[in-house]
């Protein structure tokens, strides 16, 4: 896939960029899905905290009413999950495609895209992709509600984490999807005029 797409654009990072963003469009309907069950969360959460304040000594119950709850609203309690898990296998396939020996050769800024950061720390193109990442971080944890947990807003260095481990390919999809989710959130969380 990577191939026929470098060979359309003529640059495999731009082909890397657009994988990504059709993977993402992809996921979107699975996206709104997870959106719209975090309202009905947000909406219920009176509803829930009582839920858990009266079913704390009884776990199975409190798991069956809170599921029922969610599905009264046209929700369930994995709906977030579903884009995640359902990107997994392509982000794995995307993933081994970027340590392929086809990409050898294949440059960003000169850097060749299967070079780590940690392995050659005086790739610019690798320092790039590491600086992006931490301002989509930020940019995501201030998009966070005030009552998010802790980890909430540790989980999107995540990627920050990982990035200097991954080829320089893998981190070009970290930032072309990093981007794309902070531009998600901004768009389903915005305030809405009633």
Known sequence: ML????????????????????LRAA????????YRAERVRSRLA??????????AAEPAVLAEKTTALLRAEGSGPFAG?????AQAPFIWMLYRQFTAPGMHGRTLLGADLTVRLVEHPA????????????GIALVNVRQ??????????????????????????????????G?????ER?????????
């Open 81 to 85: 999950l579903l884009p995640g898990l």
């Open 46 to 55: 009176p509803q829930l905290a009582a839920l858990r304040e009266k079913y």
């Open 123 to 134: 790739v610019l193109a690798g320092w790039l992709v590491v600086a992006a990442l931490v």
């Open 27 to 34: 996921m979107l309907p699975l996206s709104v899905r997870a």
């Open 144 to 177: 966070l509600p005030a009552e998010a947990p802790a980890l909430a807003r540790v989980l999107p260095f995540g990627t920050v984490a990982f990035a200097p481990f991954a080829p320089l390919a893998a981190g070009l999809y970290l930032v072309t999807s």
């Open 179 to 183: 981007l794309w989710t902070t531009v």
């Open 3 to 22: 191939e026929g797409l470098a060979a359309l654009l003529h640059s495999m990072p731009a082909a890397v960029i657009v994988a990504t963003v059709l």
């Open 186 to 194: 901004w768009w389903f969380r915005r305030p809405r005029d009633r």
